[in-house]
């Protein structure tokens, strides 16, 4: 059992950047990766990056890359997501989602941030 909690969401202005935490509890110790995903209001919810917990293997959507950046924090059982050149299009509630040793597949989610850009 691992349950999440995001936290940074916040309304920003086209071009600024907002850091997305997710707090990570319980059977932290049968994590296989984590990753991030978002919903924008009557679209289907996408990939937006994943990082696996044990091995470093970052990867992104092509709509994201090079603007926002994975990380994570083992010890303190935190992935976070900095969002840099942040754009409109960027609007939309962002999930933390857990890929379980134990349940294999992104089953374990939070209960999202909202993340609103201004142009």
């Known amino acids: 059992q691992v349950q999440l909690a995001e936290s940074g969401g916040g309304l920003v202005q086209a071009g600024g950047s907002l850091r997305l935490s997710c707090a990570a509890s319980?059977?932290?110790?049968?994590?296989?990766?984590m990753g991030w995903f978002r919903q924008a209001p009557g679209k289907e919810r996408e990939f937006v990056a994943r990082?696996?917990?044990?091995?470093?293997?970052?990867y992104y959507a092509d709509s994201v890359k090079g603007r926002f950046t994975i990380s994570r924090d083992n010890a303190a059982n935190t992935v976070y997501l900095q969002m840099n050149s942040l754009k409109p299009e960027d609007t939309a509630t962002y999930y933390c989602a857990a890929d379980l040793y134990g349940s294999r597949g992104w089953g374990t989610w939070g209960q999202g941030t909202q993340v609103t850009v201004s142009s």
């Open positions: 990082i696996g917990w044990s091995g470093d293997n970052p």
């Open positions: 319980g059977r932290t110790f049968n994590i296989y990766g």
